[in-house]
């Protein structure tokens, strides 16, 4: 009978699990949507529910299943990752509600502080004038998106009472936990989002220092316990599924389950042991562990990460990291990041005043506004035709858009940063949608540069772009990318698989795993494994010819120029207020 793995990837709005065979096929795959609650006067808010996504999870692996027609007992391993969203209980694992007002701290569904919100504003700002070491390895500034700004907002709004019942997790240390009952951590989890320290592990003095003093106190307990066992990416967690999650899973009790990643990671292990594929031909080449050195991962959906891994701790201002042992025991990690961009470009095709009439074409032609994203690279290219310009970014020379409607995770690293558009006219129609859609793309573009430039300045040599998620299904960005950037641009066989296959991934290596062999040899396993069931992918070149170098040339320096002047023109308008 043939053996099967199980990744399981939570996103921001839906769960999917893929039925995966040893060489990477994915034979079946189930996604759900979750819900995310906001607050209509507060705009900061992002909540979900682990109950909700714990629910979603259930039913994606038992549809798998279903769908290749599969017995519980091939499945050997199953691997999960997910969002770094803030997940919270009590002791027990019962979700503890975390929306601020009179049900905050007590038990409710609604126990996430998603990714994305942004209410940890002032804790974050507090944490950075802390001077802590902890601060090194987040790029010297830490983000409001990470897990000890959310946990002392709790602190701060939350019952007295109510706090030192509760405990912390990164959601993907949450389903480890849920499908175990084993409350083991990963490295992954707490060194890159929850203040764990590379080598020298927990700092009481930062968490004394920025009032968490408790944890100290109780030994961690809270969030993870003392600087003792933790497990980087894949090892073993505990005895495999509990006989409660083998059954609300549809599987076997003691199925293996591998110490999870943030989902990013995952889609970093489903992406980079890949074989090159160009005009149809699959290169010989082997690629080794070494090579993920000069290969950066870009996961794209509602945000992107950018993750690269190195054999030496590389310290990048306004880069998280580096993050020792994340994946690879002994490896080191960098990880940058935009927190919008899949968003943003819904959000600037949704507000445009064209936008129903695109809706209107859409419907026309029988396809989804996602797809109908055709419909204006269409018009784009009519309109280059018309102007008889030999680019886009032509069509765009007198326009400049700087894209952090977000704030900016790197490697600016300040929430505070807001998007700007030079270049209006009084035009509204769908002519200037498709100008302001490709000039979305460009600085989406532009700032992907500007990460990988402040990598390689500081140490890095990432030489190729290798890419997941959605994203990865639009060309035109893709190209910009390669453009912009002058490197390579990988696409997976399967945008969207990549994650699944690296969660995948991991549980194939909790069933692989071998206490006998040391940290080196279990990482050539791993990554064999990687190599064994990553699909070759498809290289899209740097093709612009002179003339559209030179223009984006000048929209990068341009780029550059707008982060300074925003930072000044807030500069003059805060003292102006004082």
């Known amino acids: 009978m043939s053996t099967y793995y199980i990744g399981v990837d939570v996103g921001t709005g839906s769960v999917r699990a893929g039925l995966v065979k040893a060489d990477g096929t994915i ?53 999960f990752d997910a969002t770094c969203s803030l997940a919270v209980t009590d002791m027990n694992g019962e979700p503890v509600v975390v929306t601020s007002g009179e049900k905050l701290g007590s038990i409710g569904d609604r126990n996430i502080i998603l990714w994305a919100d942004h209410r940890a504003e002032a804790e974050a700002d507090l944490i950075n004038k802390s001077g802590s070491k902890v601060l090194d390895y987040v790029g010297g500034t830490m983000s409001l998106e990470m897990e000890v700004p959310k946990i002392l907002w709790l602190k701060r709004h939350m019952d007295a009472a109510l706090f030192p019942r509760c405990q912390f997790f990164d959601l993907p240390d949450f389903l480890t936990y849920r499908a175990t009952g084993d409350n083991i951590r990963s490295t992954c989890s707490l060194t890159c989002k929850c203040s764990f320290v590379p080598v020298e592990g927990w700092q009481q003095d930062f968490f004394s220092h920025i009032g968490l003093q408790e944890f100290v106190q109780n030994d961690y307990k809270q969030i993870g316990g003392a600087n003792g066992k933790i497990l980087t990416a894949g090892r073993p967690v505990g005895a495999g599924l509990s006989k409660t999650a083998a059954s609300e899973l549809g599987l076997l009790e003691g199925t293996p ?85 899949g968003q943003l470009i819904d959000f600037m095709i949704r507000t445009h005043p064209a936008y129903s009439l695109l809706q209107t074409l859409a419907a026309e032609r029988k396809t989804n506004i996602h ?98 998620g959605g994203q990865a299904k639009n060309i035109p960005l893709m190209t910009l990318f390669a453009n912009t950037c002058k490197i390579p641009v990988v696409l997976p066989a399967n945008s969207g698989a990549a994650v699944v296959l690296g969660a995948a991934m991991l549980g194939r290596f909790a069933a692989d795993f071998d206490f006998g062999k040391d940290a080196r040899e279990q990482g050539d396993i791993l990554w064999n494994i990687m190599v064994e069931m990553t699909p070759a992918g498809t290289i899209v070149s740097p093709s612009a010819d002179e003339k559209e170098s030179r223009l984006l040339e000048a929209k990068y320096k341009i780029f550059r120029e707008s982060i300074e002047i925003q930072k000044r023109w807030r500069k003059e308008m805060t003292d102006a207020a004082k």
Request: with cysteine; charged share 20%; hydrophobic share 35%.
């Open 27 to 79: 034979v079946a795959s189930s996604t759900e949507s979750t819900q995310t609650w906001r607050n209509p006067s507060d705009h900061r808010i992002f909540e979900q529910s682990t109950t909700d996504i714990w629910a979603g999870i259930c039913k994606t692996v038992k549809a798998s299943l279903a769908q290749a027609s599969v017995d519980p007992s091939q499945v050997k391993g199953i691997g």
């Open 257 to 341: 389950v591998g110490s999870g990643v943030i989902d990013a990671y995952a889609g970093w292990l489903g992406t980079v042991a890949a074989r090159d594929k160009e005009n149809g031909k699959v290169s010989d080449y082997v690629p080794s562990l070494e090579d993920s050195g000069h290969r950066l991962a870009a996961v794209a959906g509602t945000s992107t990460c950018h993750i690269v891994q190195s054999a030496k701790g590389i310290f990048v201002n306004g880069v998280w990291g580096p993050y020792k042992d994340a994946v690879f025991p002994g490896w080191w990690m960098n990880e940058g990041g935009q927190s919008a961009t």
């Open 371 to 468: 797809e109908g994203r055709q419909i204006l690279h269409d018009e784009l290219e009519k309109l280059r035709a018309q102007e008889n310009v030999g680019s886009f970014t032509e069509l765009t020379s007198d326009m400049h858009f700087y894209p952090d409607l977000h704030g900016n995770r790197s490697p600016i690293a300040d929430a505070r940063m807001r998007g700007s558009l030079v270049g209006l006219t009084l035009d509204d129609g769908l002519g200037d949608l498709a100008r302001k859609f490709n000039l979305t793309l460009e600085g989406i573009a532009l700032q992907t540069r500007h990460i990988v430039d402040e990598m390689n300045e500081k140490g890095h040599s990432i030489q190729s772009l290798y890419m997941s």
